[in-house]
């Protein structure tokens, strides 16, 4: 059974960092893309960036570029998303997801996180 | 930036269909076959429903269906049912690795 598990959300001041992990199980995690997806408190869902299997590519939703930088390490099956200079705007649910073929098949039950002073 | 339009909101008794469009442009929708469609439920993580406009994934029921043409896609429910209450998201690729969600539209089951 395929597994995602999110942490490291919480609340942090604007202008903060947060870094959040995903972790995997249940599939062959080395394989895969892997993407992070947002949700803002009562509105929708926005992509925020992806990852190739081998690390070797990596892209961003533009209101994100040059802030946020996502990783991951194979070894340990766990995905990561450094968040730096956060906004209040960058508050929401971020859900990790695998992805396939510009589609998400598998997602996590998301993490909150809060940017507020 | 890409934004694909959804109506907030659709209706139907149980039995019923219900469709749902996405309208986007021919640098989204009209130029690529990655329409995916995502159920939600209050509180809930989403579950893909259709991906590559029309394909099912395991385990979802064939009550759903996927179409496009031009630069609308489509999800239809048929044989309504309870559980089906849930807002649904529509996502297309278009172009250099850059997705988008609509802006979800909430089904009712009357």
């Known amino acids: 059974e395929v597994q995602l598990v999110e942490s490291g959300g919480g609340l942090v001041q604007p202008g903060g960092s947060l870094r959040l992990s995903c972790a995997a199980s249940?599939?062959?995690?080395?394989?895969?893309?892997m993407s992070w997806v947002r949700q803002a408190p009562g509105k929708g869902l926005e992509w925020v960036a992806n990852i190739k299997p081998d690390g070797s590519e990596k892209y961003y939703v533009d209101s994100v570029k040059g802030r946020f930088t996502i990783s991951r390490d194979n070894a340990k099956n766990s995905l990561y998303l450094q968040m730096n200079s956060l906004r209040a705007e960058d508050t929401a649910v971020y859900y990790c997801a695998t992805e396939r073929s510009h589609h998400w098949n598998y997602w996590g039950q998301g993490t909150l996180v809060t940017v507020s002073s | 930036q890409s934004a694909l339009t959804q109506p907030p909101s659709a209706s139907g008794s149980p039995g019923q269909s219900v469709t749902i469009s996405c309208t986007g442009t021919s640098s989204d929708i009209g130029g690529y076959d990655y329409v995916s469609w995502y159920q939600q439920h209050p509180g809930k993580a989403p579950k893909l429903m259709i991906f590559e406009v029309s394909k099912r994934p395991s385990g979802v029921p064939d009550r759903f269906s996927g179409s496009k043409s031009g630069n609308t896609a489509s999800l239809t429910v048929s044989g309504l049912q309870d559980e089906d209450e849930a807002d649904y998201y529509c996502?297309?690729?278009?172009?250099?690795?850059?997705?988008?969600f609509g802006p979800g539209t909430k089904v009712t089951v009357l």
């Open positions: 249940g599939f062959t995690f080395s394989s895969d893309w």
């Open positions: 996502s297309s690729f278009a172009g250099r690795n850059k997705k988008f």
